[in-house]
C-alpha cells in the first residue's frame, strides 16, 4: 500500500557528503514515522535515523549523530538523509523504511514498507 523508493547514493571518499532521497507513494497518509537503515556486508542491518511525519522529531544511532540529519518535504512526501563527514564504517546498502504505528523505534521489525535501498560506498 505504500512504495519507497530511495536515490541517492554513490562512490565518495572519506570526509565528502552525501545526500540520499526516500520518495514515498501509494497510501502515504498512513505512514507516522519514516526512518533509515543500513546494512554493510556480513553485518546486520543497523538503525541509522528517524523522523516522525506529523511532528518531524527525529532521532540519530550514536554512530552517526553530529554527521547525519533527516529532514522532510511533508507536500513531496519525501524524506531525505544529509550524510557529512562521511567514514569508511558508513558503507553500506541504505534503506528507507515507513511505519504506521506511532514512535519511531531502532528495530527494524517494527516497520511495515521498505524500499529497495542505495549503495553507498565511501573510500578511505
Known amino acids: 500500500q505504500v512504495q519507497l523508493i530511495e536515490s541517492g547514493g554513490g562512490l565518495v571518499q572519506a570526509g565528502d557528503s552525501l545526500r540520499l532521497s526516500c520518495a514515498a507513494s501509494?497510501?502515504?497518509?498512513?505512514?507516522?514515522?519514516m526512518a533509515w537503515f543500513r546494512q554493510a556486508p556480513g553485518k546486520e542491518r543497523e538503525f541509522v535515523a528517524a523522523i516522525t511525519w506529523s511532528g518531524g522529531t527525529t532521532g540519530y544511532a550514536d554512530s552517526v549523530k553530529g554527521r547525519f540529519t533527516t529532514s522532510k518535504d511533508n507536500a513531496k512526501t519525501t524524506m531525505f538523509l544529509q550524510m557529512n563527514s562521511l567514514k569508511s564504517e558508513d558503507t553500506a546498502v541504505y534503506s528507507c523504511?515507513?511505519?504506521?504505528?506511532?514512535?519511531?523505534?531502532?528495530?527494524?521489525?517494527?516497520?511495515?514498507?521498505w524500499g529497495p535501498g542505495t549503495q553507498v560506498t565511501v573510500s578511505s
Open positions: 501509494g497510501r502515504t497518509f498512513t505512514i507516522s514515522t
Open positions: 523504511a515507513a511505519r504506521r504505528l506511532p514512535g519511531a523505534p531502532a528495530a527494524d521489525l517494527a516497520y511495515h514498507y
